[in-house]
């Protein structure tokens, strides 16, 4: 399957036409291979993977993977009935109103018929699609509709799969992922770039330049704005996509990210980093964020001892607070009455991110001790059964929804946990993993290949936020 991808590749990356609404491109007539409207009788595929019932029809949803194509049908119908087909551009969120491609109704003497064939994405446009099938009876306004799904384009494996889904919140526009926020963003497109690096899929490296180009004036410029753990999300974004094209402008933007995180380091409880400009809290995520952000650079900046010697500094610090607890968990932060530990929540992302940190210091001082320390912290998140009941990841915050910050969390701590699997000769955490890998993907995927927030199931909604925490735990399981 992964010629395919790579022809298509060629594709995505022309010139792109300039970003249009989503219902504006459902709606267009597209060319891709073949254009719009081509007899399915020429589909060379045939796959079904949704269907509905409707007054006793069925509504079928048929992809054609070799040309990424797709048609709807109706059968057990009767004369006069209708079907067609709606398209996103958005992962389901809109469509054209109105549209219905291909629109037919099955004629006299028959009961059934289908639509001509639609191209599910549109290349030049960068529309990353999805088709559904939709029908009514002849004789009633109802109408039924099957779930959204896709070709196998950009989709071979489940890792590509999860890729192309998350590709589906992309605004092109504005160069974030919508349904969620700034440091979402910064973390969708890090599992973006790891997904390249990791499948070999290159269709969507456009977005690293994209999203650069349209944002590295927003906010305080350079990626950095009032909170200073958002800020140290994207410094290891744009590390990421140096470490993938070798573009010197990401590891400026970087350091310059190091430098406004520095710049709010102070005396107060014996040093740390603060989490927002306001100065009234210093917590786990954005200490975690400053060693392992200076301990990057360090190991990607010829000559560097500047930035070695703040992530030392980040970890001298850190391990005084009894922010590292008995049990070898990460609580999210100190109280400043007493300069210890004062927060004792346990959230999932405060120990992986403190685990790729150390990770990335044990690399950049050559000490075991970094490996090791990380290695008791990640021995411990997941055997630990609060974080993970029945073996599975699991914040508590999702007894209820998590907010708009909760979803992302699961993501980075697996992004940090195989991180230092790799990093370790018997690489002791596949197997917990691809257990979180494997039950996700039979217990909280839609036939859109979006998941949940739950990965031990069922799907509660999807957005990007949960899109990449999915991507993360895909590409980082063997």
């Not at 990353?128 to 009633?140: H, S, Y």
């Not at 059964?385 to 699991?394: D, F, Q, V």
Request: aromatic letters at 8%.
């Amino acid at each position: 399957m992964v010629p395919i991808s790579l022809a298509l590749t060629a594709v995505l990356l022309a010139p792109a036409a300039p970003p249009a609404e989503p219902s504006t491109l459902a709606n267009r007539v597209v060319c891709n291979r073949y254009c719009d409207a081509r007899d399915a009788a020429a589909a060379p595929a045939d796959r079904t993977p949704v269907r509905t019932t409707l007054f006793g029809r069925s509504i079928v949803l048929h992809l054609n993977d070799t040309d990424a194509m797709g048609w709807a049908a109706i059968e057990t119908g009767n004369a006069g009935d209708e079907v067609w087909l709606d398209r996103s551009f958005d992962g389901g969120r809109t469509w054209a109103d109105g549209s219905r491609l291909g629109v037919t109704a099955v004629p006299a003497g028959q009961r059934g018929w289908r639509t001509a064939q639609y191209n599910v994405d549109d290349w030049n446009a960068r529309g990353v699609g999805a088709l559904r099938a939709c029908g009514k009876a002849g004789d009633r306004p109802d109408v039924a509709c099957t779930p959204w799904a896709r070709s196998t384009w950009n989709a071979w494996d489940r890792r590509t799969a999860a890729a192309t889904a998350l590709m589906q919140f992309y605004d092109n526009g504005t160069g974030l992922f919508a349904t969620t926020g700034w440091w979402n963003s910064a973390n969708a497109l890090t599992a973006v770039v790891d997904n390249i690096r990791r499948s070999g899929m290159t269709s969507y490296r456009y977005a690293i330049e994209n999203t650069y180009t349209r944002n590295i004036n927003a906010h305080r410029g350079n990626f950095t704005n009032d909170f200073l753990d958002d800020t140290g999300w994207w410094p290891m974004a744009w590390i990421g996509a140096y470490d993938l094209t070798g573009d010197a402008r990401y590891l400026t933007t970087a350091r310059a990210g190091a430098e406004h995180m520095a710049r709010h380091w102070d005396g107060v409880c014996g040093g740390g980093v603060w989490w927002s400009t306001a100065h009234t809290y210093k917590n786990a995520i954005t200490n975690s964020l400053y060693i392992q952000v200076n301990a990057a650079l360090h190991n990607r900046v010829a000559g560097d001892s500047l930035y070695l010697q703040r992530a030392r500094a980040g970890w001298a610090w850190y391990a005084g607070t009894g922010m590292v607890d008995s049990r070898n968990l990460v609580v999210d932060g100190i109280s400043l009455s007493t300069c210890r530990a004062g927060n004792p929540a346990v959230w999932s992302y405060n120990q992986g991110v403190l685990v790729a940190a150390l990770t990335e210091l044990g690399r950049a001082t050559g000490d075991a001790s970094s490996l090791t320390r990380a290695r008791q912290i990640a021995d411990a998140a997941t055997r630990d059964a609060a974080l993970n009941p029945g073996g599975i990841l699991r914040d508590s915050c999702e007894s209820g929804d998590c907010g708009a910050d909760g979803p992302s969390f699961k993501g980075a701590h697996v992004r940090g946990l195989a991180a230092l699997n790799a990093a370790l000769p018997d690489r002791p955490y596949s197997t917990y993993l691809r257990r979180q890998a494997d039950t996700a993907h039979a217990a909280n995927r839609t036939p859109l290949d979006t998941y949940g927030l739950r990965w031990a199931g069922p799907v509660d909604r999807t957005d990007a936020a949960r899109q990449q925490s999915a991507l993360d735990l895909l590409n980082a399981a063997p």
